[in-house]
């Protein structure tokens, strides 16, 4: 498994994506990676790097549609090293094109998306569930912010981020609420002495509005229209 690094995105905003492409069984797989740095807490449902804490980097990985391995977290930890990704760090995946990414900023808000909706739906369904996630497609979102939230602001911040979602899709014209296997990311800063920490971030409050706003403008960039 070879990365290969090429030069840098100019950066935009607080999410400077850095693209990159390695071969995996002789097929050409592309990765987005955001090297954050310290000084920023998130919270994650990512198979890597999940729940709250503090992290440096965030990768989104593109997988093979046949994607059968079990140890998903060693696979994106070897990635990442490969990478020069040093560090706790989150650890995406997806079997879309991730450079066909989205990429919206809104207020100081940056949020990048990928879209796969091969196998989509709505999550309230009759179906049973099962106890291993279903075969990749997967809507990526990360969102990053440039103040401190307090743990009940983040989780806000991930309903947020999750309603801006839906309300894409369902513009773009997809009968569905997303993917089985979708996946949010959202970092704010790390609190430091004399900062302000939010305790707010639904839609309506002052960075929750500017989440959704980046998000909806993320995915819907990143999710063709029906046609």
Same mark, same amino acid.
């Given at each position: ?24 069984d002789?097929e050409?797989?592309? /990765? ?25 980097w ?5 997988? /093979?549609h046949? %994607? ?16 020069g990704a ?18 919206? %900023?809104?207020?100081g ?14 999550? !309230? /369904? ?17 969102v ?12 806000? !911040?991930v !309903? ?5 979602? $839906? ?43 500017r $989440?959704?706003? !980046? ?13």
């Amino acid at each position: 498994m070879t990365a290969i690094i090429p030069p840098p995105r100019p950066a935009t905003g607080l999410l400077p994506v850095q693209r990159l492409t390695r071969v995996e069984d002789g097929e050409r797989l592309h /990765s987005l990676l955001w090297r954050a740095g310290d000084g920023w807490r998130v919270i994650s449902s990512a198979v890597l790097g999940g729940g709250i804490g503090e992290r440096s980097w965030v990768l989104n990985a593109q997988v /093979s549609h046949g %994607y059968q391995r079990t140890d998903p977290d060693r696979y994106l930890t070897d990635l990442a090293r490969d990478a020069g990704a040093p560090g706790p760090g989150v650890g995406l995946m997806t079997a879309a094109d991730v450079r066909a990414y989205g990429h919206a %900023y809104d207020g100081g808000v940056d949020a990048v998306a990928t879209a796969g909706l091969g196998v989509r739906g709505w999550a !309230a /369904s009759p179906a049973e569930g099962t106890a291993m996630a279903v075969r990749p497609g997967t809507i990526n979102i990360v969102v990053a912010l440039p103040v401190a939230l307090t743990d009940a602001a983040l989780v806000n !911040a991930v !309903a947020t981020a999750t309603e801006a979602k $839906v309300q894409a899709l369902v513009g773009a014209g997809y009968d569905c609420s997303g993917t089985p296997t979708d996946a949010v990311c959202v970092a704010a800063r790390s609190p430091r002495p004399g900062d302000e920490v939010h305790a707010f971030a639904g839609p309506r409050s002052l960075w929750g509005a500017r $989440v959704a706003r !980046a998000v909806h403008q993320a995915v819907c960039a990143a999710a063709r229209p029906v046609t």
